[in-house]
């Protein structure tokens, strides 16, 4: 398990990406193909930008990425990928929407988690509240058939969470990426066509 860690987090720092969570968004895409060139990408909870920077890649010059995090998050800016736009905004204020503008996206990405206590439910009633004010957003802001790719720790209200994403998307399903840490409750939530 250890070996596997470091090998993520040694590829991270090799490949320029600020931690290693960026490689549970790369095993996303190029199983499902999510992002595509020109899309505008919603990444809730960037901070330290692993998500948007591959995300700007992903989309290319002709594409927007928009990361939110309550904490203030580096710009980064590479050859061929779209310029990042990045707020300090806290995602349950009402205002988030006002400060996203009138900007509708083909895909939101919330790889946001609670601050773990250690308790397990708590963490996970945290965890669901987090995912629940994501999909709420996503479900505002998303173009009709946009995808929705969100991280959440499996408990007793998951499969809950799992029903009510399948009211907005045509295809959900629960996704364990190999770069999770085998001890991680965490999983995500890959919702795809929004109705």
């Given amino acids: 398990m250890r070996k596997s860690q470091d090998y993520y987090f040694n590829k991270a720092k090799k490949e320029k990406y600020p931690a290693r969570s960026v490689f549970k968004l790369e095993e996303a895409q190029q199983k499902h193909k999510i992002i595509k060139p020109g899309n505008k990408v919603l ?4 901070h330290p930008g692993s998500w948007s920077i ?3 890649k992903q989309v290319g010059q002709n594409g927007k990425v928009i990361g939110v995090d309550q904490h203030t998050t580096k710009p980064y800016q590479f050859a061929g990928a779209a310029k990042m736009k990045l707020i300090k905004a806290d995602i349950f204020s009402e205002e988030i929407f006002s400060t996203l503008g009138q900007e509708s996206f083909d895909v939101v990405l919330s790889d946001m988690a609670p601050a ?3 308790h397990k439910f708590s963490d996970h009633l945290r965890s669901i509240e987090l995912s629940r004010r994501a999909l709420e957003i996503a479900c ?7 995808h ?3 991280k959440v720790f499996q408990g007793e209200d998951f ?8 009211r907005f998307f045509k295809k959900v399903k629960t996704v364990k990426p190999k770069s999770s840490r085998v001890e991680s409750r965490e999983v995500f939530v890959l919702a795809q066509n929004k109705k």
């Fill in 43 to 46: 990444d809730l909870g960037c």
């Fill in 140 to 146: 505002q802001t998303l173009v009709k058939g946009g």
């Fill in 148 to 150: 929705f790719y969100c």
């Fill in 159 to 166: 499969p809950d969470f799992v029903t009510e994403a399948r």
């Fill in 54 to 56: 591959y995300a700007a």
């Fill in 116 to 118: 773990t206590s250690g």
